[in-house]
T-cell receptor, first 115, second 110 residues
Framework: DTGVSQNPRHKITKRGQNVTFRCDPI?????LYWYRQTLGQGPEFLTY????????KSRLLSDRFSAERPKGSFSTLEIQRTEQGDSAMYLC?????????????FGSGTRLTVV | GQNIDQPTEMTATEGAIVQINCTYQ??????LFWYQQHAGEAPTFLSY????GLEEKGRFSSFLSRSKGYSYLLLKELQMKDSASYLC???????????FGIGTKLQVIP
């Protein structure tokens, strides 16, 4: 069990550029979540996958955001035409074991800075 | 919808005991989680409560009262490394999507 892996750890981009983040969950976990966290706030839900199916997408996610999880393995989160308000930590989490109430295991996050 | 309240900041002394409270109002309930988050790092799982009562795990304990919509996290024998934010989070049910509170930033002082 290598945990949840996220890449890159940091991303600085110019306003208007597109960015893509990757998340590799714990292999036996079938549930994968994306959250966004800004300074001084708790994580905010963005979207959720069970295997390859995207089951919910928050209204926080505008049309510029898209997420995929091909074949129910890794997931990508793409932000098109980035804006300064997109600057945040993007957290990926996976879950799949009932003994912890399906509690999340988080990746280290990708910190996005839009300049 | 979900509403989770917890204090934004607390300060406690090394070696002491601190209790971090959390109240919640949710449309459904299927468990309450506590996570620890050090500055600049991802949250890590601390505890899970689904039934009323106290769950003890080493220096950390978590309590739940479903009828009162109330939980607390108790940290004993505080250490400097316990300085972190503590996130209360609730699962309303279904596919276990979790809603997080704002987090309580705990500072442990010598």
């Amino acid at each position: 069990d290598t945990g949840v892996s996220q890449n890159p750890r940091h991303k600085i981009t110019k306003r208007g550029q597109n960015v893509t983040f990757r998340c590799d969950p714990i292999s036996e976990h079938n549930r994968l979540y994306w959250y966004r966290q800004t300074l001084g706030q708790g994580p905010e839900f963005l979207t959720y996958f069970q295997n390859e199916a995207q089951l919910e997408k928050s209204r926080l996610l505008s049309d510029r955001f898209s997420a995929e999880r091909p074949k129910g393995s890794f997931s990508t989160l793409e932000i098109q035409r980035t804006e300064q308000g997109d600057s945040a930590m993007y957290l990926c989490a996976s879950s799949g074991t009932r003994d912890r109430g399906y509690g999340y295991t988080f990746g280290s996050g990708t910190r996005l800075t839009v300049v | 919808g979900q509403n989770i309240d917890q204090p934004t900041e607390m300060t406690a002394t090394e070696g002491a005991i601190v209790q971090i409270n959390c109240t919640y109002q949710t449309s459904g309930f299927n468990g309450l989680f506590w996570y620890q988050q050090h500055a600049g790092e991802a949250p890590t799982f601390l505890s899970y409560n689904v039934l009323d009562g106290l769950e003890e795990k080493g220096r950390f304990s978590s309590f739940l009262s479903r009828s009162k919509g109330y939980s607390y996290l108790l940290l004993k024998e505080l250490q400097m490394k316990d300085s972190a934010s503590y996130l209360c989070a609730v699962s309303p049910g279904g596919y276990q999507k979790v809603t997080f509170g704002i987090g309580t930033k705990l500072q442990v002082i010598p």
